[in-house]
């Protein structure tokens, strides 16, 4: 395999991991994140800091970033100090972070301008997905470049699909986020039922749990819930970010998504009792405590 | 294994693999059906045929029915040709049908005067888990009965999980409906959204099945659904008689569930559109043609 010179963008919990992948596999890593500190085993692994994303994109054939929020994906490259007034000409720039697929396209649509061609490829599979390079990374954008980065996220992820033009990676992160937000409510209202029912839930799991109303919610996520741990796989606050998303651009298709606009309803009222810093699996508290 | 005289009552799709099961096993098979042409196949495996529920009921030490709906069940146990005037002393009396918990309770209360005891043990898993003896079998009432019936349970089933007492059986299975539906609303959605976006599902379903996105409605039925398959697995029409069954349950207990209530909505409209006899993946067509 040929190694590349990667900038990498966003050292967070999940870019750590990734970055690792291309680094063990023998490329040349230059790294930018806002907090210093969480890129520091990626530096001590052999990689080089950059004071700015514009500065670490300089060194690279390949900007890979991802961040929090779309407010910091725009900055990082329309920024002045940012990845598209720094790129060199012909790179391939690839958004990794869940952001609307509408920025996707004003990025992709700016990348000529400066003689690169751009990607978006949001993944799933959390922390441990990272990890353990099992991501699964849904791709849009140019495919001629697809194709050049293939093999690099054949390194952070197990499936790699490509899903059409730019922001067709993002509107697939969507949809993965739409079926989330059901089955969510799906294993919270069967528990709930089954708890008030003065059922034991392990038991009803037991039963259920490998059915139709089976779900790796219902499997990861709900014995978790059920011994109260709370802790954060995925945030309340960051699925909230992709529900709004998600329905905004379901507005725009004229698309109506009730059971989607449900769980965004029942999210908000977790988030009104200060639970956004929960993981997701929190819901099955409101149920209980709500009605 | 001792072997029994087991009156088998209703012999439908699933009733007759399941009894299948209980012949091949060496038990005396006694059996009724409202359509007789639909036992041959036991009959001539060598299960004696009877023109009442309670001529049946009156030769075996457990009587086992499965019925559509709920005023079947009544009719069968509680008519003058039912179960509970014809039953020996000291059988057990098993219903398998997805029924109300409230009937439930009520044989289980009327058995005691018949010196019998009662069981409600609807089952998960449809025609296919039926025909291969790997149903869930999720069972209520009265645990020294179950413990009799175990061995005939898991002649028919994989998974057999007592819930505890009269009507928790189907207090479970409401719980398994419950869960189902929103998991049909989750891919459902997720597919439409990904359609109108001009994905094609076939990549997004690639990218997000395996995820937490990911369910059994999702795996199975959703490449149904995307050919234009709405042949039955389960009937719209029965679906939707659990999920009032589910959420009457749900109100006596003063328990709110978004979810399913608006899955139910959505159910109700696939109804209205004559859709009843389809199996229940049609919701993904109502998507497609409400908005």
Redesign the interface.
């Known amino acids: 395999m040929s190694t590349h010179s990667i900038a990498f963008i966003g050292t967070g919990v999940m870019g750590r991991s990734m970055a690792g992948h291309l680094l063990q596999a023998g490329h040349t890593l230059h790294v930018h994140n806002r907090t210093k500190a969480k890129a520091q085993e990626l530096l001590a692994a052999g990689a080089t800091w950059h004071d700015t994303p514009g500065a670490a994109a300089a060194q690279a054939d390949f900007v890979i970033t991802i961040a929090g929020y779309p407010r910091d994906v725009e900055e990082t490259y329309f920024g002045p100090q940012g990845v598209l007034a720094h790129a060199r000409p012909g790179a391939v720039l690839i958004d990794m972070t869940t952001s609307s ?1 509408e920025l996707a396209r004003r990025i992709a649509a700016a990348a000529p301008a400066h003689r690169c061609t751009a990607l978006d490829a949001p993944v ?3 922390d441990v997905g990272a990890r353990e390079a099992r991501l ?3 791709v849009g954008g140019d495919e001629a470049s697809f194709a050049r980065a293939r093999p690099l996220f054949e390194r952070m992820g197990k ?1 790699v ?4 033009g730019p922001g ?1 990676g993002q ?2 992160k ?10 969510m ?10 708890q ?5 839930p392990a ?2 799991l ?3 749990g ?9 499997t ?1 996520l709900a014995p978790r819930a059920l011994r109260g741990d709370y802790a954060p796989g ?1 945030y309340v606050k960051h699925f909230l970010k992709d529900l709004r998303l ?1 329905l905004e ?2 507005e725009v ?8 606009q ?2 965004k ?2 999210y908000d009222e977790v988030a009104a009792r200060g639970w956004e810093d929960c993981g997701t699996q929190v819901l099955l508290r409101l ?1 209980a405590e ?2």
């Open positions: 697929p799933t599979g959390g699964s990374i849904m499936i699909v490509f899903q059409g067709s509107l697939c969507l949809a993965n986020q739409i079926g989330i937000a059901s089955v409510m799906s294993w919270c209202e069967a528990l709930s039922f089954a008030r029912a003065g059922l034991d038991r009803v037991e039963n259920i490998g059915g139709a109303a089976g779900s790796v919610g219902m990861v995925f998600a651009a379901a298709m004229k698309l109506d998504l009730p059971g989607t449900t769980a309803k029942l149920y709500r009605a």
